[in-house]
């Protein structure tokens, strides 16, 4: 029997004797480690999937008008209450100001409302303790020295429910909250680079490793930045694509194992070793007589 845990179930219940794996699908690091206590009392295969603060990198090769668009996409699709969220951005310096001047010009078009009115692409936070998490993450921000240049508050058109702009940071440090801290709200820090290296480096700068993007026009480039990226889903020229056929799971502290495509059946499976002596010979080790 196979018992999977969406989200967070009671730990006990873990503890099952006829439960051979457990897949865990958790919002966040702290949730997960008591149930890893217990699974571990029996001796149970865990599959996790922890979430993330994934980089999107923005080269200056990349089709500038794609990239916005997939950059807004990743971040603010679902509100950004998505574990896979590229909600790091890096923009190479010969095209940062370009970038984000069209990047904030196309974010504040965004309309924020209804989900299932015609024209809105963005809907609400799921409560009022997630809504006021964000927007604490965005003050503390601005407090350590980050610049809203987009959104960081409620639209005036929405007075009602836990609705909130999407928001850019510009002017944001590696030690920076929410530069490391994984938010599940519509906020998308930036940052500046100058080269390839520095890119890498900042991507990976990270407890995490579900995701990653990378956005250029050179087919080399895209080869070297995908291999070096410690995560588990690498994203070329797009972001948040996500296939049933195709293995899914994170690298650190996002998570162990795969779910999705033929990678994750492995997780449901144990592997046996059957060995047959076909032979006529006997063993002969011990010169047993014959009968």
Not at 48 to 72: N, Q, T, Y
Not at 192 to 206: G, K, R
Not at 219 to 247: D, H, I, K, M
């Given at each position: 029997?196979?018992?999977?845990?969406?989200?967070?179930?009671?730990?006990?219940?873990?503890?099952?004797?006829?439960?051979?794996?457990?897949?865990?699908?958790?919002?966040?690091?702290?949730?997960?480690?008591?149930?890893?206590?217990?699974?571990?009392?029996?001796?149970?295969?865990?599959?996790?999937?922890?979430?993330?603060?994934?980089p999107a990198i923005v080269f200056d090769s990349c089709d500038l008008v794609r990239?916005?668009?997939?950059?807004?996409?990743?971040?603010?699709?679902?509100?950004?209450?998505?574990?896979?969220?590229?909600?790091?951005?890096?923009?190479?310096?010969?095209?940062?100001?370009?970038?984000?001047?069209?990047?904030?010009?196309?974010?504040?078009?965004?309309?924020?409302?209804?989900?299932?009115?015609?024209?809105?692409?963005?809907?609400?936070?799921?409560?009022?303790?997630?809504?006021?998490?964000?927007?604490?993450f965005v003050d503390r921000a601005k407090a350590e020295g980050a610049t809203v240049?987009?959104?960081?508050?409620?639209?005036?058109?929405?007075?009602?429910?836990?609705?909130?702009?999407?928001?850019?940071?510009?002017?944001?440090?590696?030690?920076?909250?929410?530069?490391?801290?994984?938010?599940?709200?519509?906020?998308?820090?930036?940052?500046?680079?100058?080269?390839?290296?520095?890119?890498?480096?900042?991507?990976?700068?990270?407890?995490?490793?579900?995701?990653?993007?990378?956005?250029?026009?050179?087919?080399?480039?895209?080869?070297?930045?995908?291999?070096?990226?410690?995560?588990?889903?690498?994203?070329?020229?797009?972001?948040?694509?996500?296939?049933?056929?195709?293995?899914?799971?994170?690298?650190?502290?996002?998570?162990?194992?795969?779910?999705?495509?033929?990678?994750?059946?492995k997780s449901y499976l144990e592997t046996k070793q059957i060995v047959t002596h076909?032979?006529?010979?006997?063993?002969?080790?011990?010169?047993?007589?014959?009968?």
């Amino acid at each position: 029997m196979f018992c999977f845990y969406w989200l967070l179930y009671r730990s006990s219940s873990l503890a099952f004797s006829n439960t051979h794996l457990i897949a865990l699908f958790l919002p966040s690091l702290p949730s997960f480690l008591p149930l890893n206590k217990t699974a571990a009392k029996g001796i149970k295969n865990v599959t996790l999937e922890l979430g993330g603060k994934s980089p999107a990198i923005v080269f200056d090769s990349c089709d500038l008008v794609r990239a916005v668009e997939w950059v807004m996409f990743g971040c603010f699709w679902t509100n950004g209450q998505i574990c896979s969220a590229t909600s790091r951005l890096l923009i190479q310096e010969s095209i940062y100001e370009q970038f984000i001047a069209k990047l904030v010009e196309e974010t504040n078009k965004i309309q924020v409302g209804n989900p299932l009115a015609e024209g809105v692409k963005m809907g609400p936070v799921v409560n009022k303790s997630q809504y006021d998490k964000v927007l604490g993450f965005v003050d503390r921000a601005k407090a350590e020295g980050a610049t809203v240049a987009a959104g960081g508050e409620r639209p005036t058109d929405c007075p009602r429910g836990y609705f909130m702009r999407p928001t850019i940071l510009t002017g944001v440090k590696p030690s920076f909250e929410v530069w490391r801290n994984e938010i599940f709200g519509p906020v998308l820090s930036v940052m500046p680079f100058s080269t390839e290296e520095e890119a890498i480096w900042l991507a990976n700068d990270s407890e995490f490793g579900l995701a990653g993007a990378v956005f250029s026009g050179e087919e080399a480039q895209l080869n070297r930045v995908t291999e070096q990226l410690r995560v588990g889903c690498v994203w070329r020229n797009c972001s948040q694509p996500c296939f049933s056929q195709l293995p899914w799971g994170g690298m650190k502290r996002s998570g162990l194992g795969r779910d999705l495509g033929r990678e994750g059946f492995k997780s449901y499976l144990e592997t046996k070793q059957i060995v047959t002596h076909v032979t006529a010979n006997p063993l002969g080790w011990y010169n047993i007589a014959k009968l």
